[in-house]
């Protein structure tokens, strides 16, 4: 899983990410039972095997889960990580050149995520047909991947949250204040006992820029150790990367996990 986190403040956005992605395979229980035939009374054996389900196989600490797109906006992805053989940063650089190369002028944040949704259900029918089904045998509330598409709509901050499934929904926040997608146990834990305690809620609208970075960190972070340390199977880990836009500036990189030496000083 993934856990993506962005703060609406006054002074910009804050977005963040971890690294960690899993291979997922695939399990099934088989044993051997006696049972006595009602028919003939006899005992036979019987092999039953339990349904397919999924298990995770490996880890790799590196994905790519947060990047900016066109220089104006920020991506957080959660879900798969690849569609049509292709993973979901490699996907969203082509869409990124495609919109460059078309020179169609951006109307905000909002329009920008519609057009995002939109271009990755239809990689998401590609790659079910694929499969040789469709995304008419999805749930209707099933996400197989998600986005958050931060930036402006004129000054004002939002957060586009993007659920790709069987069809596609975007939910806007823009409000000042936090929202996270992916695994969010543990964020929302902290938040529930913030809840118990109003003293102890952030008061994001005076939040520095600084405020914010240290706060998305302190999410990821604290998941990523309660996840250590308990009996479960991490889905949240590795680097975490952290980047900021503004009407003003764009996007840039707060903080960027290295990809080698070979990229070092670029």
Same mark, same amino acid.
């Given at each position: ?5 962005? /703060? &609406? +403040? ?21 044993? @051997? ?8 009374? %006899?005992?036979?054996? +019987? ?5 397919? *389900? ?7 600490? =590196? ?5 900016? !797109?066109?220089?104006?906006?920020? +991506? ?12 979901? =940063? *490699? @996907?969203?650089? $082509? /869409? ?19 057009? +995002? ?7 998401? %029918?590609?790659? /079910?047909? &694929?499969?040789? @089904? ?5 749930q209707e509330d099933q996400a197989i991947l998600g986005f958050q598409v931060v930036g402006y709509d004129d000054t004002e901050p939002k957060t586009v949250e993007v659920f790709v499934g069987k069809k596609v929904h975007n939910r806007v926040q823009s409000e000042l204040g936090c929202t996270y997608s992916g695994s969010g146990e543990i964020v929302q834990a902290i938040w ?11 008061? =994001?609208?005076?939040?520095?820029? %600084? ?10 972070? @604290?998941?990523?150790?309660? %996840?250590? !340390? ?28 290295? /990809?080698?030496?070979? $990229?070092?000083?670029?």
């Open positions: 899983m993934t856990l993506i986190v962005s /703060l &609406r +403040i006054p002074d910009g956005i804050v977005i963040a990410g971890d690294s960690l992605s899993t291979l997922m395979g695939q399990g099934q229980f088989e044993t @051997t039972i006696d049972v006595t035939c009602p028919a003939c009374n %006899q005992q036979h054996q +019987i092999q039953p095997k339990s349904p397919i *389900f999924p298990v995770h196989g490996t880890t790799f600490s =590196y994905a790519q889960k947060v990047f900016s !797109f066109c220089d104006k906006f920020g +991506i957080g992805t959660f879900g798969t990580g690849l569609l049509a053989n292709r993973s979901i =940063y *490699f @996907t969203m650089r $082509l /869409l990124e050149q495609k919109l460059q190369e078309e020179k169609k002028p951006f109307e905000g944040v909002t329009a920008t995520a519609k057009i +995002i949704g939109n271009a990755f259900h239809n990689l998401l %029918q590609e790659q /079910l047909k &694929r499969e040789n @089904t469709s995304v008419d045998a999805l529930e006992l913030n809840e118990k305690h109003p003293q102890s809620q952030p008061p =994001y609208p005076v939040f520095s820029l %600084q405020d914010a970075i240290d706060y998305a960190e302190f999410l990821i972070r @604290t998941t990523i150790d309660h %996840q250590r !340390f308990s009996q479960t199977i991490p889905s949240v880990g590795g680097d975490i990367d952290i980047a900021l836009v503004t009407p003003f500036d764009g996007f840039r990189w707060i903080r960027q996990k290295p /990809l080698g030496k070979v $990229l070092e000083g670029k």
